[in-house]
């Protein structure tokens, strides 16, 4: 008689709790990071929102680092080294 293995799609729940920094009440001063996922126009987009902080809102200084490529998460060490340099990060992309 043959064995028929049948296996369960329904995985662990895994749940963990990060704490979230509130956002700040004024960018006057800081240094904002963008993430820059590598897909078309990204760099552009952040370019203009770069300035516009600048501009409108005191942001002192843009750093702008690119990932690896859109389809993989940021490597841990831009990760780490946006964390320590910026106030505030935003990813996302464009096309």
Known sequence: M????V???????????????????DLAGL??????NTKHNFDRLVMGMGALLQERF???RIV???????ATA???????ALAKECDLVFTGSAD
Do not use: C
Not at 2 to 5: G, I, K, N, V
Not at 7 to 25: K, M
Not at 31 to 36: A, E, H, I, M, R
Not at 74 to 80: G, N, R
């Open 58 to 60: 005191g942001v002192r």
């Open 31 to 36: 240094t904002v990071g963008f993430l820059d």
């Open 2 to 5: 043959a064995t028929l293995e």
């Open 64 to 70: 702008h680092v690119k990932k690896a490529n859109a």
């Open 74 to 80: 940021a490597a841990p060490e831009i990760v780490a």
């Open 7 to 25: 296996l369960s799609p329904v995985g662990d729940l895994r749940t963990s709790a990060t704490a979230i920094p509130a956002l700040p009440g």
